[in-house]
C-alpha cells in the first residue's frame, strides 16, 4: 500500500513555543492531506484539510490562526501549532491517498505532542 | 451531515471466538465507503477492511467481515476466531467518495477489544 511518513514521532516543548509537524506521502502525490487530533482514549477529530497550492480548509471550532497548514508541494504538508500551550497536548495524525484510490486512507505514523 | 455511531465503548472475547463490534451511519451522500481500523496502543492506525456503498456482497479481508446492512444503514465488523492480539481500539469510519464534503473521512467513537486467554 501507499506510504505516509510523519515526523516527528513525538515532541516535547515548552508553553509558548511553536511546533512543526510533517506529513509526506512517499510514493504517491496528494493533492489533499488530511490532519486530525486524538486525544487519550478518545477518537479522531478531523482539524483540516489541507490542500495543495491552496489555503487549508478547517473544520468549525479549529483555530486556523492556532495551527498553520501548510501544503507547499504534492508530497509534503505542515502542521504548525503555533504558541503551544498544555491543553495542545495531544496525539495529531495526518493521512492521505493517492488519487486512484478511494478504498483506503493512509495513516502516517502520528505524532505525539506534550506541551509543559 | 455525516455521523458514524459506534455504541460499544468496550467488548470482551473469549480466544478462538467471534467477536461483532456495531456500527452505524447517517449520510446524506449517494457514494460513500466505510471502512475499518485498528488502533494498537503504540497509535498507528491499520487498515482492516474497507465497503462501496455500491458493493453488493459483504466485504471480508481473512479474519475480518463486514456486515453491510445499506437499508439499515449498518456496517458492523465480525472478527473470526479471535486472537490476544486482536486485543486494541478498533474505529469504524466513513468517506465521502462523491467529493461533496471534500473526501474527508471521520470516524466513530471508537471500541476497545479486549480478547481473553
Known amino acids: 500500500g501507499a506510504v505516509v511518513s510523519q515526523h516527528p514521532s513525538w515532541v516535547i516543548c515548552k508553553s509558548g513555543t511553536s511546533v512543526k509537524i510533517e506529513c509526506r506521502s512517499l510514493d504517491f502525490q496528494a493533492t489533499t492531506m488530511f490532519w486530525y487530533r486524538q486525544f487519550p482514549k478518545q477518537s479522531l477529530m478531523l482539524m483540516a484539510t489541507s490542500n495543495e497550492g491552496s489555503k487549508a480548509t478547517y473544520e468549525q471550532g479549529v483555530e486556523k490562526d492556532k495551527f498553520l497548514i501548510n501544503h507547499a508541494s504534492l508530497t509534503l504538508s505542515t502542521l504548525t501549532v503555533t504558541s503551544a500551550h498544555p491543553e495542545d497536548s495531544s496525539f495529531y495524525i495526518c493521512?492521505?491517498?493517492?488519487?486512484?484510490?478511494?478504498?483506503?486512507?493512509?495513516f502516517g505514523q502520528g505524532t505525539r505532542l506534550t506541551v509543559v | 451531515a455525516q455521523k458514524i455511531t459506534q455504541t460499544q465503548p468496550g467488548m470482551f472475547v473469549q480466544e478462538k471466538e467471534a467477536v461483532t463490534l456495531d456500527c452505524t451511519y447517517d449520510t446524506s451522500d449517494p457514494s460513500y465507503g466505510l471502512f475499518w481500523y485498528k488502533q494498537p496502543s503504540s497509535g498507528e492506525m491499520i487498515f482492516l477492511i474497507y465497503?462501496?456503498?455500491?458493493?453488493?456482497q459483504n466485504a471480508t479481508e481473512g479474519r475480518y467481515s463486514l456486515n453491510f446492512q445499506k437499508a439499515r444503514k449498518s456496517a458492523n465488523l465480525v472478527i473470526s476466531a479471535s486472537q490476544l492480539g486482536d486485543s486494541a481500539m478498533y474505529f469504524c469510519a466513513m468517506r465521502d467518495l462523491a467529493g461533496t464534503g471534500g473526501f474527508k473521512t471521520i470516524f466513530g467513537a471508537g471500541t476497545r477489544l479486549f480478547v481473553k486467554a
Open positions: 465497503q462501496g456503498s455500491y458493493d453488493q
Open positions: 493521512s492521505a491517498s493517492p488519487p486512484t484510490v478511494n478504498t483506503e486512507a493512509f
